[in-house]
C-alpha cells in the first residue's frame, strides 16, 4: 500500500480493495454463485411440485431432486472457498495497511508520532488495520447479496411481472435508507476507535512508566487517569453499540415489511390464478431468501460504516506532516566531527551559541530538563530549528538527509530499550563485531559476568529480563559500538551506583578519545572525566570551563550537579 495513494480515508478503501483486486474478484463470484444457488433451491422445488408431483412421475422427481442436489453441491463449494479467497484478501489488506503505517511511524523523518501516545499508534496499526482489510471479506458477499436480488428478480418476473418489478424497483431505495442509517454509526464507531486507542495510549504509557510512578508516590493519580479515560472509551463503546444496535434493527423491519409485501402480493395472485402452486412456493420461498441479501446488506453496510471510520484514523497517520525534511547535503566521509550551533531557538533553547571542536569530550548541564531534551533532538535532527542552524563540519544539517545525519551522529537515549536475542546481539548491534574495550569501557563486562551464559544470555523483550542498571550498560555498550563520529550520550548513567559510574566516566573518555563526544548529564563523576562543560541556563550558555572551575564558580551550576 503507497503512502501516496493514502491522501484519504477513501484512498485508503480504495487501495486495500486494488490490492487485492483478484482474491477479491474470486470471491465475489463464488459468493454470487452461492447466492445465485441459495435463490434457485425454492425456484426448483417450485418445479418438482409442478412437473413431478402434479403429474405424479417419478423420474421426473428423481431429475429434479438431482438437480437440487447438484445446486446443493456447487453453492456449498462455492461457499467454502469463497469465504476463503474473501478472508485471504482481508488479511493481506490489513497486512498492507499495518506495514505502511509501521513504515511512516518509523520513516526517519518522523513526524507521526507528534500528538500521538505510541498505544494510539499500536491501535491504528492493528485494530483499524484490520476493520479496513474487513472490506475485503464483505465485499465480495455484497455482491453476492446483489447476485440473488437480481436472480430473484428476473425469477420473479418470469413468473409474473408485477413481482419481479417489485423486488427491481423496491431494493435501491431499501439500499439507499440503508445507507443514510449507517451514518451515525459510521461517526459512533470513529469515536469508539479513537477513544478505545486513547485508552491504550495511556494504558502503555502507565505501564512503561510504572517503576517511576512508585517511585513517586504518583498511583492513585494514574490510577485515576486511566479510570477515567478508560470510562470515556467505555460511553463511546456504549455508544457505538447502541447506534449498531438502532441500525441493525432499522433495516430488519424495513427488510421484513418488503419481504412481507412480496409474499402478499405473490399470495394475491395465486389466489387469482395468475401464477401456479409451484409458483406460489417459489414466491413465498424467494420471500424468505430476500432475507438473506437483506441481511447481508446490513452486515455489509455496518461494516462499511466502521471501516471508512478506521480509514479515516488510518490516512491521517500515513499523511503526517514530517518532522524534517530531506536534504541533498553530503556531509564529508569520514566526517571530523566539529559540532556547532549557531543562534539556535528551539523549545526551551533560545539564541543557543555552542562550539565543540573535533575530538572533544564535552560536558553539557541544563537547569532545565526539557532544553537537554531539545537540544538532544537538534542534534539528532530530530526537529529542525525555526531559528539558527546546527552543522557538522560547516554543513547544515538540515540540508542533509536525516539516515546520513544519524550515521554521523548518534544520539543514545538514556531509556533506549534492548531488543530479543542476547545481550551480544544487543551490544554489537549491525555492526560486524564488538570492539575491543567496548565492554570494560561501559562496564557491561560486569553485567555478563553475573549472567549465566555470559553475553550468550538470551535477553526478553525491551530487556526486561535484565535490572535497570544492567539495561543502561548493555545499551551504552551499544552505542560506544558503533563508533559514531559524533556520539550524545544523555544521562548514560543514572541506574548505576557511583563507584560503577567512576569507572564508566573513565572508560567513556578511553575509548572515546579523539572521536567528538557530547554527554548531557548532571553526573559529577562523568562531568569530572570531560575535557570541557558548559552550562545552559535559559536556553543559554551562561557558563564554561572544567568541572572543578564550575563547581567553584557557578552557584546555578552546583545547584545542578550537587544537589
Not at 423420474?59 to 438431482?66: K, Y
Not at 560486524?432 to 535477553?459: I, K, N, R, W
Not at 569530572?528 to 545552559?536: G, Q
Request: glycine share 10%; charged share 20%.
Amino acid at each position: 500500500m503507497s503512502t501516496a495513494a493514502a491522501t484519504t480515508g477513501r484512498g485508503v478503501l480504495r487501495s486495500a480493495i486494488t490490492g487485492q483486486r483478484k482474491p477479491v474478484l474470486l470471491g465475489a463470484v463464488l459468493a454470487a454463485c452461492h447466492q445465485g444457488g441459495e435463490a434457485l433451491v425454492p425456484v426448483v422445488i417450485g418445479v418438482v411440485l409442478d412437473r413431478a408431483v402434479a403429474n405424479s412421475s417419478a423420474w421426473t422427481l428423481v431429475g429434479w431432486l438431482a438437480v437440487l442436489a447438484v445446486v446443493f453441491v456447487v453453492l456449498s463449494f462455492s461457499y467454502r472457498f469463497g469465504s476463503r479467497a474473501a478472508e485471504r484478501a482481508a488479511e493481506r489488506a490489513a497486512h498492507e495497511i499495518r506495514l505502511a503505517v509501521s513504515r511512516r511511524v518509523l520513516h526517519p523523518r518522523g513526524g507521526a508520532e507528534q500528538g500521538a501516545l505510541a498505544g494510539e499508534l499500536v491501535s491504528v496499526g492493528t485494530s483499524d488495520a484490520r476493520r479496513v482489510g474487513m472490506i475485503n471479506a464483505v465485499l465480495p458477499f455484497g455482491i453476492a447479496g446483489l447476485a440473488g436480488l437480481v436472480v430473484s428478480a428476473v425469477v420473479l418476473l418470469r413468473m409474473s411481472v408485477p413481482l419481479g418489478l417489485l423486488v427491481l424497483l423496491g431494493t435501491p431505495p431499501l439500499l439507499f435508507l440503508a445507507h443514510l442509517i449507517g451514518k451515525p454509526l459510521e461517526k459512533r464507531s470513529e469515536h469508539e476507535q479513537e477513544r478505545a486507542a486513547h485508552a491504550s495510549g495511556v494504558a502503555a504509557d502507565l505501564v512503561s512508566g510504572l517503576r517511576v510512578l512508585k517511585g513517586i508516590g504518583a498511583e492513585p493519580a494514574a490510577v485515576t487517569r486511566y479510570r477515567r479515560t478508560s470510562r470515556d472509551s467505555l460511553r463511546a463503546t456504549i455508544r457505538a453499540a447502541r447506534a449498531q444496535a438502532w441500525h441493525n434493527g432499522a433495516l430488519l423491519a424495513l427488510t421484513g415489511i418488503f419481504i412481507a409485501v412480496v409474499a402478499l402480493v405473490g399470495g394475491s395472485l395465486a389466489a387469482d390464478g395468475d401464477i401456479s402452486i409451484g409458483d406460489l412456493v417459489a414466491t413465498v420461498g424467494l420471500a424468505q431468501f430476500l432475507q438473506t441479501p437483506f441481511a447481508i446488506f446490513a452486515w455489509v453496510n455496518s461494516q462499511l460504516a466502521q471501516a471508512r471510520g478506521s480509514a479515516g484514523r488510518v490516512a491521517a497517520v500515513l499523511n503526517a506532516p514530517p518532522a524534517v525534511l530531506g536534504g541533498a547535503g553530503e556531509l564529508p566521509v569520514p566526517a571530523r566531527g566539529q559540532v556547532t550551533l549557531s543562534a539556535v531557538s528551539h523549545g526551551k533553547l533560545r539564541d543557543l551559541d555552542l562550539a565543540v571542536p573535533p575530538g572533544q569530550l564535552l560536558g553539557v548541564v541544563t537547569t532545565d530538563p526539557a532544553a537537554a531534551t531539545d537540544l538532544l533532538d537538534c542534534l539528532g535532527r530530530f526537529a529542525d530549528p525555526p531559528a539558527g542552524t546546527v552543522e557538522v563540519d560547516a554543513l547544515d544539517l538540515s540540508t542533509v538527509d536525516p539516515d546520513r545525519v544519524r550515521s554521523v551522529v548518534l544520539v543514545a537515549a538514556h531509556d533506549a530499550d534492548l531488543f530479543e536475542g542476547t545481550v551480544e546481539d544487543n551490544v554489537r548491534g549491525g555492526m560486524p563485531a564488538v570492539p575491543s574495550g567496548v565492554l570494560a569501557a561501559s562496564a557491561a563486562d560486569e553485567v555478563a559476568a553475573t549472567l549465566p551464559s555470559g553475553t550468550a544470555t538470551a535477553v526478553t523483550e525491551r530487556g526486561r529480563s535484565l535490572s535497570g542498571g544492567q539495561r543502561q550498560r548493555v545499551a551504552l555498550a551499544r552505542a560506544l559500538t558503533t563508533d559514531a563520529p559524533v556520539l550524545v550520550l544523555h544521562d548514560p548513567t543514572t541506574a548505576v551506583d557511583t563507584v560503577t559510574e567512576a569507572r564508566i566516566a573513565e572508560g567513556v573518555a578511553a575509548v572515546r578519545r579523539d572521536r567528538t563526544t557530547i554527554v548531557v548529564t548532571t553526573s559529577p563523576a562523568l562531568l569530572a572525566a570531560t575535557d570541557r562543560v558548559v552550562l545552559i541556563e535559559d536556553g543559554r550558555v551562561v557558563a564554561e570551563g572544567s568541572h572543578a572551575e564550575l563547581v567553584r564558580e557557578q552557584a546555578g551550576y552546583r545547584a545542578a550537579v550537587l544537589s
